[in-house]
């Protein structure tokens, strides 16, 4: 807009109409603007569909090895029943954990903990890598948590639906793949897929692509808790504690 104001074209200057030195500088000076402009515009443009091209094939890319490792699954699952044994799958990389509980009757020590873990409201939302520090970490605020191990399609609904960026301390929508590009390029994270990659894989930059987005806020679950006073693999039945895969449904009623 800014340069296009300005310029005059020929045909529009009346005939016997002399232009000042000026005036001829300033139509010099916008129809240079106006060039560079179109031309940083093409090059913007061209930038821009090499970037979706390039994210297209490595989701491609993401997808095959999805469905590569699924079916490896299978096919061990299968070999090891036909040998009358059983296969025991590989330790849960991931935690997706969700707070039930507020402030009331809070020690300084969970307290702590549940502002690390980033998890300062009700029905508050994180992903976090198992290890033994935040294994022996969730023990300890287990009865004001519920976690479990959340699958490709939770991660993926979370992200698309609730994902929302931490830029400058303010919690900004992530309305395109220029935003994560801009504050994650850096670690190869160029996209929404890129980041579900890195975070259902947990990646060598898992930290930098969780502390990117804000906590994710979710509603209260449909058809309400059990009893939020009681862990969810006591007898009677609760909702605090480890629910493993089940943490799914969970999610899918709260999101």
Do not use: C
């Not at 016997?16 to 500088?25: A, C, D, N, P, Q």
């Not at 297209?56 to 890319?61: I, P, S």
């Not at 309400?224 to 629910?243: I, L, M, Q, S, T």
């Amino acid at each position: 807009m800014g340069a296009e104001r300005f310029l005059i074209k020929k045909s529009e200057i009346p005939e016997g109409v002399k232009l000042s030195e000026s005036t001829l500088k300033k139509v010099t000076r916008n129809k240079s603007l106006l060039a560079q402009k179109l031309e940083a515009l093409k090059k913007q443009r061209l930038a821009n569909r090499k970037a979706r091209h390039e994210l297209k094939m490595r989701t491609y890319k993401y997808e095959k090895e999805y469905k590569t490792a699924e079916t490896e699954l299978v096919n061990l699952r299968r070999s090891a029943r036909a040998r009358g044994g059983f296969y025991k799958e590989a330790d849960a990389k991931l935690i997706f954990a969700i707070r039930l509980k507020g402030i009331n009757k809070l020690s300084p020590k969970p307290k702590k903990i549940l502002q690390l873990f980033r998890l300062r409201q009700i029905h508050n939302g994180v992903f976090v890598r198992i290890n033994k520090a935040t294994l022996t970490m969730l023990k300890l605020v287990e009865p004001f948590i519920t976690y479990g191990y959340p699958s490709l399609s939770t991660i993926r609904k979370l992200v698309y639906k609730r994902g929302y960026a931490k830029v400058n301390g303010q919690r900004v929508p992530i309305q395109d793949n220029q935003l994560i590009s801009q504050h994650l390029g850096q670690y190869g994270i160029h996209g929404v897929e890129d980041l579900v990659h890195e975070i259902y894989t947990v990646g060598p930059h898992f930290k930098e692509a969780t502390n990117f987005l804000w906590p994710f806020k979710l509603s209260s679950p449909r058809k309400g808790y059990v009893a939020k006073r009681h862990g969810f693999v006591e007898p009677r039945g609760g909702d605090w504690g480890n629910r493993e895969t089940l943490v799914n449904e969970l999610v899918d009623r709260m999101n």
